[in-house]
C-alpha cells in the first residue's frame, strides 16, 4: 500500500466532533511521549499542556539490592541474602502527583467578532495519519481552521492558524484576536511568576524543592500587540486586518524547559533553563520566519 493510499485508508477513521468539546475529558491529545497536551474549545481554543517530568515533588527511593547479587547469595549465603533483604529501606507510600505546565488559549469566541457577525459552525477533528488536532469555525465572514501538532524531536507544540475563505462584503473589516499564555493558581505552589522578553511570553513556576519550569510562547506571521503581562498570564491581541482582502496565514509556538534538562547541577540550573524555553521558540520564531 503506497502512501497516498494509506493516508486515505486511516483519514476514513479520524474522530471528528461537530460539535467542539467544552470539556478538557473530551478534548483530543497531542504529545511525542515527553511534552504534550490536550484540545478542546470551552470558549476558545485551548491546550492544556504537560511534560513529563513535571510533578510536585522528587521521590528519591532508597536503592535496593540489586537482582545479580541477590541471586549470588541465594546460591553461596542464603541467610546473607535474607539479611540483606529485611535491611533494605522500604518505599515511600506517599507518592508524587503531576502538574499542567499552563494552557495556550486563543480566543474564538463572540468577545473579539463585530456585533453583525457569529459562529454558526465549529468543529474538531483528530487526524490519524499525522498525529494534528484541527480546530475549525466559520461566520458569515470567514472560514478558519487552527492545525495543531507536537514536533516529534522537540518539546514544542506549534499552532497554525489560516483563513480558508474570506467573504468579500465583510473585507473592510478590522478585528483583534487574543492569544494567551497561563497558569492557573496552585494552593501549594503559590504564584508564577511571568514575563516577556520581546516577542517571546513566559511563565515561571519554581517549587519548594527547588525544581523549576518555564513555559513560552511566541505568535508569529502576523502583526499584534505588545505583551501584557499579569501575575500568571501573558498575553497579546493579534491584529486581524482584512482591509487588504487578504486570508491570513499566523502561527503560535510554545515551548518548556525544566531543571532537570539541564545538564548541570540542579541549583545553579536556572542560570541556563530559564532562559532556554524562550530562546528555542525565539529560535523556532526564527526559523518560521525565514522559510517564509
Known amino acids: 500500500m503506497d502512501s497516498d493510499a494509506l493516508r486515505r485508508h486511516v483519514t476514513q477513521h479520524d474522530i471528528i466532533y461537530e460539535v467542539p468539546p467544552r470539556f478538557w475529558e473530551d478534548g483530543f491529545p497531542l504529545g511525542n511521549g515527553h511534552f504534550g497536551g490536550m484540545v478542546w474549545q470551552p470558549s476558545g481554543i485551548e491546550i492544556g499542556l504537560n511534560k513529563l517530568d513535571v510533578w510536585d515533588r522528587r521521590v528519591q527511593n532508597p536503592p535496593h539490592v540489586p537482582f545479580d547479587r541477590l541471586k549470588e547469595l541465594f546460591e553461596t549465603a542464603p ?5 540483606e533483604l529485611r535491611a533494605e529501606a522500604e ?61 516529534s524531536d522537540s518539546n514544542v ?20 484576536q487574543r492569544v494567551s499564555i497561563f497558569r492557573e493558581y496552585d494552593e501549594i505552589l503559590g504564584m508564577p511568576e511571568s514575563g516577556a522578553d520581546g ?19 511566541a505568535v508569529s506571521g502576523i502583526e499584534h500587540t505588545e505583551p501584557v503581562v499579569f501575575t500568571n498570564e501573558v498575553s497579546v491581541e493579534v491584529k486581524l486586518d482584512y482591509r487588504d482582502r487578504q486570508p491570513k496565514t499566523w502561527q503560535v509556538i510554545a515551548g518548556a524547559k525544566t531543571s532537570m534538562d539541564c545538564a548541570t547541577d540542579r541549583r545553579d540550573g536556572h542560570r541556563h533553563y530559564a532562559r532556554g524555553a524562550p530562546a528555542m521558540v525565539a529560535r523556532l520564531l526564527g526559523e518560521v520566519r525565514r522559510r517564509a
Open 79 to 83: 541467610e546473607q541474602a535474607n539479611a
Open 91 to 151: 518505599r515511600s507510600d506517599d507518592f508524587p502527583y503531576p502538574k499542567p505546565l499552563g494552557r495556550v488559549r486563543i480566543d474564538i469566541e463572540h468577545d473579539f467578532l463585530p456585533m453583525y457577525q457569529s459562529i454558526h459552525h465549529q468543529t474538531q477533528r483528530l487526524r490519524l495519519f499525522d498525529g494534528t488536532v484541527e480546530c475549525a469555525y466559520e461566520t458569515n465572514h470567514k472560514a478558519t481552521r487552527f492545525d495543531c501538532w507536537v514536533d
Open 157 to 176: 507544540l506549534v499552532v497554525d492558524a489560516q483563513d480558508e475563505w474570506l467573504h468579500e462584503r465583510f473585507a473592510d473589516d478590522r478585528q483583534r
Open 199 to 217: 516577542e517571546v511570553m513566559w511563565i515561571r513556576y519554581p517549587f519548594p524543592d527547588g525544581f523549576e519550569y518555564v513555559l513560552a510562547m
